[in-house]
C-alpha cells in the first residue's frame, strides 16, 4: 500500500511522523500522549511494530528503540516500523511497574473504550497501533530478577518460530500464551509478537539494549526490511521447558553461576546463609539446561524463586 493511515494522519512511502493518542488528563489537567512513531521505506513490504516499557520500570527496550530512533536505524528500506518506545506513560513517569490503578497492563487486553485506566490505553494499542502492524517485538526486563537475553514465544507455532529465529536472540524460550496479555491479544487478532526479556527493572544494562538492537536489526534483515547480503543470520539455542528453583530456607542468598551459563544436574549453583555464620545451605541444580534468570535481590524469604533453569529441546 502506498499510503498508511494512522489516527487520521496519512504517512507516504519514504516519510516518518510522530503521532500522538490522547489517553487522559492528570488530576491537573495536565495531558497525558502516547507517542508512536511511523517510519515508512521506499518500497513495499511487511509491517513491524516494537513496544517497550508496557510496565513503566522495565527501562531497557525504551532505551533500545531510543538509540534506534536516534541513529535512524530504525528506518526500514522496505515496508514499515511502528515504534512505541514507552506504552505505559503514567508507570514511566512514576518509576513503577503499574498503573495509577495498580493494574498490570499486561493483564488488561484487550481492553475497553469506556473501560478503566489500564483497559482504555490496552483498547488503544489494539485498535489504533496493533492492527496495523503484521508482527512485532514486545520489550520487558526481570522485573526483580535479572533475565538472559530470551525471545518468548509459542514455539510449536511456525510462524512464531520463524520470526524467532530471524531476531537471534541467544535463547528462545517457549512460553505460552497468558490470559489478558498483548501477546494474547495480538494473537487473537492474527499478529505475531515476540517478547524480548533481558535485564532487571529500574535498570539500564548495556548488554541487554545491545541485543535487542542487534535483534530487531537482525529481525529486518530476515523480513526484507533492510537489505544486506553481508547479514548473517544469527544462531539461538532452543529451551522447550524451564522451572524456578525455590528458596528452601530464609536468609542471604549468593549465585555461584552466571546468566546463560549452561548448567549439569546436581551442580552447586548458590547458597543461602544466615547473616550470622551459623548455617550455610547448598542449591543445586535438578537438571541440566541454561540458567535464564537469576535473583537480584541478596536477601530472600523461604519460597522465594531464586534461579530459573531452562531444559533444551524442540
Known amino acids: 500500500m ?19 493518542f490522547q489517553i487522559a488528563k ?13 517510519y515508512r521505506g521506499k518500497d513495499a513490504g511487511s509491517a513491524l511494530l516494537l513496544t517497550a516499557g508496557v510496565h513503566g520500570d522495565e527501562l531497557n527496550g525504551v532505551e533500545t528503540i531510543r538509540r534506534m530512533i536516534s541513529d535512524k536505524s530504525i528506518v526500514p528500506e522496505a515496508g514499515t516500523v511502528i515504534a512505541v518506545p514507552i506504552v505505559n506513560i503514567y508507570g514511566f513517569l512514576n518509576n513503577n511497574r503499574y ?26 494499542m489494539m485498535n489504533k497501533i496493533c492492527i496495523k502492524a503484521n508482527f512485532g517485538v514486545d520489550f520487558h526486563t526481570g522485573g526483580p530478577n535479572m533475565n538472559f537475553p530470551q525471545i518468548r514465544c509459542d514455539i510449536t507455532e511456525k510462524n512464531n518460530l520463524k520470526l524467532a529465529k ?27 509478537i515476540l517478547v524480548f526479556e533481558s535485564g532487571e527493572s529500574m535498570r539500564m544494562d548495556e548488554n541487554s539494549i545491545n541485543e535487542g538492537i542487534k535483534g530487531i536489526t537482525s529481525l529486518m534483515h530476515q523480513t526484507g526490511m533492510k537489505r544486506n547480503t553481508d547479514h548473517d543470520q544469527r544462531k539461538s539455542v532452543l ?4 522451572s524456578w528453583i525455590r528458596a528452601g530456607y530464609s536468609g542471604m542468598f549468593r549465585s555461584y553461576k552466571e546468566l546463560g551459563q549452561e548448567i549439569k544436574k546436581n551442580d552447586v549453583l548458590a547458597s543461602i546463609t544466615d547473616p550470622f555464620g551459623e548455617s550455610e545451605y547448598l542449591i543445586r541444580s535438578k537438571s541440566s ?26
Not at 498508511?4 to 511522523?17: E, H, L, Q, W
Not at 494474547?184 to 499478529?191: L, R, T
Open 2 to 20: 502506498s499510503q498508511f493511515i494512522i489516527n487520521g494522519t496519512k504517512v507516504k512511502r519514504g516519510d516518518s511522523r510522530q503521532i500522538n
Open 26 to 38: 492528570l488530576p491537573t489537567h495536565t495531558v497525558i500522549d502516547l507517542p508512536v512513531f511511523i
Open 99 to 124: 498503573l495509577p490503578d495498580g493494574r498490570d497492563l499486561n493483564r488488561c487486553f484487550p481492553g475497553r473504550k469506556e473501560g478503566s485506566l489500564a483497559s482504555r490505553i490496552a483498547h488503544i
Open 166 to 192: 530471524a531476531f537471534g536472540a541467544p535463547l528462545i524460550v517457549n512460553s505460552k500464551l497468558r490470559d489478558g496479555s498483548f501477546r494474547e491479544a495480538a494473537w487473537n487478532q492474527g499478529k505475531t
Open 239 to 242: 529451551i522447550n521447558k524451564s
Open 289 to 314: 539446561g541454561y540458567i535464564l534468570s537469576i535473583r537480584s535481590h541478596p536477601i530472600v524469604n523461604k519460597g522465594d524463586a531464586l534461579i530459573n533453569v531452562g531444559r533444551r529441546g524442540r
